[in-house]
């Protein structure tokens, strides 16, 4: 959900500040407000004539005129370094970054308010100081380095609270605070919005009272929302939403309009769905009001799932597809991820399985990126919780060192007020042996809480090994469902063909599919990336070969006793090479009602495996035995056998086949294993 920061409702309220009667349309207001600063400008001193610069550069911004926004700016820093005070300067760079962190020019912004920092730093400049840490701080934040950007809004709420800026003290209050929320520090940024609530109740102006009340009311909302606390978050929302009607004032519209798309979405993830649908649709009749694009796909997304759960496909893929379309043009990727999914569930049901596909592949693209941006906030989280925690154990080992100075100053002066006699000397060597004793002491407590942080760190390592195993269960994951969607549309499509040739065809590449997948689930059930243990991958898959042949055939499997440990493609090769041996063998080798037997055997040798597959069946007719390689069947098989680097040995007589393939393989002891496992169909 997009957040934006204060700094921005400010200039939208600047911006419906300038405007004058209510039916002026934004141009001619902004053009009867340059007319009148331009006007004025000529005769006015310098020091008004840089805020005057200052409002005509903002509002050609507003217009979107940017080579009058720009050849005001140059003005602007014209006139202030003519004037050569430090003063005039930093007011002119906070335009220039104020206007470049609007345009999303970041790193320029950067650079104008670290030079506003320094001017104001030397003009002894209290406001636009703090103004330099907070763009510095945004800057940062939106560059995604969110421990600077934590470091440069204390800066700034220490030079508020230096100066009495209670207001701006507010402010910067609320930016940690939320800062600390994208990084999920819930607890740090509750810890803030109760400083924000101090400086509100010692205030005096009602109107910056009630403002600040606001964003710690919205800010809270949020934080409960995210801790999925939705009862709690809704009763927030609506205070905040009552108080903002007491403003009368447009730029608090859009914290409205989106509290009320928020408190909809808690009631939708607490089962009250008309109570949801009802606060969406009063948000959808609204008119006009800023960022009016996010709100409208936030509303018409959530609208599209509750009209999904309530049996409503028409209007939910209506719905969705709006959602979509609204998403994409401004980027706002949970909502691209709800109407995706929204729109599989519809094309699923429809039986449109193409579509749902696209769908889902879309939602699982936006998923990954959402789970990137996560994992970064969280890995700046901890890197800000450990800053914090050098920057605490810095401050105490600074207070033990001063301690320890002001000890020793004491004992300087003392010894110096006390005679050279034998008991002051003796009365020293105790002191002594006290400090060493206590500094003893102070080092022990510093090596408990160093091993502490240690062991903080190496948990925090396994969580993050953790999260690894999570993602590569998660790849896996998506592999075996990939691969049972397609064995799925190769099952509908089968039931749907008439000819013969093709419905087996498709039998053929089910069984193949299925192959594939066995070594993908032993991959994730080993929890290795590289090896498959390829006794118990050809079980399995005989084991579910066993299940599709008639019942009179029989499979027996022959088992090595050692561990054979195989790369991942040439796996793949083997179990097709496999799968297609013994499905030709139960289709050609026995005529119907045969009673056919195909065994199956492995055996090592160092790394040289032998894997044998032969049936009793008819054989192979004479014309075909001579004309193997034309066989498409057994060019397929030797294909294979290439693929796994090994060597293929083929006999056929009237007694059966005999298939013997000879390949390298990485080979370990075992425990002992049957050597023979029929596997039979009755």
Partial sequence: MPNLPFRTLIVIFL?????????????????????????????????????????????FFEMQDSVQM??????????????????????ALHSFSDIYLDLGRF??????????LKHAQKSRYPKRISQAYNHMGLAHRYLGNFSTARSHYLDAAKVNEQFGLSFDEGLGYNNIARLSTDLGMYEEAFVYFEKLDQIVAGMEDEFQKRWLRVLSLYGRALVHLLKKEFDEAIYIYQTAIDLIAEFDNPVMEFTRIQSL???????????????????????????????KNIIIAEAKGCLAEIHL???????????????????????????????HEVLTAIYTDQGAYEQALQAQQVAMEYKDLLFNEEKLKAFAGLETKFK?????????????????????????????????????????????????NHEIESQRKIIEKTLWEKEQLLKDKDQLLDEKDLLMSEIHHRVKNNLLILETLLKS????????????????????????????????????????????????????????????????????NDLILIDVQKAVALGLLANEIITNAVKYAFPRQWRGIIRIAISCENDHCIL??????????????????????????????????????????STGTRFTIFFTAETRPFKPRPLATPCTTN
């Fill in 15 to 59: 911006v419906f500040l300038f405007s004058g009667l209510k039916g002026a349309t934004p141009s001619q207001e902004f053009s009867e407000q340059i007319d009148s600063i331009q006007r004025l400008l000529p005769t006015s001193p310098d020091s008004i004539r840089i805020l005057h610069l200052k409002s005509l550069a903002r509002l």
């Fill in 70 to 91: 720009q050849l005001h700016l140059q003005k602007l820093h014209t006139l202030a370094s003519e004037m050569r005070s430090d003063r005039a300067m930093a007011d």
């Fill in 107 to 116: 790193e320029e912004a950067l650079v104008c308010a670290a030079r506003m």
């Fill in 261 to 291: 798309s928020r408190m909809a979405r808690c009631h939708f993830e607490l089962g009250n769905r008309e109570a949801a649908e009802g606060l969406l649709w009063k948000v959808l009749e609204e008119e006009s009001f800023p960022w």
């Fill in 309 to 339: 759960q309530n049996g409503n496909q028409t209007l939910a893929e209506q719905l969705g597809m709006e959602a979509k379309q609204l998403a994409e043009e401004i980027d706002f990727k949970e909502v691209i991820v709800s109407s």
């Fill in 388 to 436: 914090i925690r050098q920057k605490e154990q810095t401050i105490t080992n600074l207070r033990q060192k001063n301690q320890i100075q002001q000890l020793w100053l004491w004992i300087i002066l003392t010894g110096t007020a006390i005679t050279m006699v034998m008991t002051f000397l003796l009365w020293r060597l105790s002191r002594i042996r006290k400090t060493k």
């Fill in 493 to 560: 499509q089968s039931s749907k063909v008439k000819d013969h040739e093709a419905i087996t065809l498709m039998h053929k590449n089910r069984s193949r599919l299925e192959s594939i997948r066995i070594i993908h689930q032993q991959l994730f059930q080993s929890r290795q990336t590289s090896k498959v243990e390829v006794i118990d991958f050809l079980d399995t898959m005989i084991h579910n070969l066993r299940n599709a042949f008639p019942p009179q055939i029989t499979l027996e499997f022959a088992k090595t």
């Fill in 612 to 653: 044998k597959i032969r049936d009793n069946g008819v054989g192979f007719p004479q014309n075909e035995r001579k004309n193997s390689s034309s066989s498409s069947g057994l060019a397929l098989i030797e294909g294979l056998t290439r693929q796994i680097g090994g060597k293929l040995s083929f006999s056929s007589d």
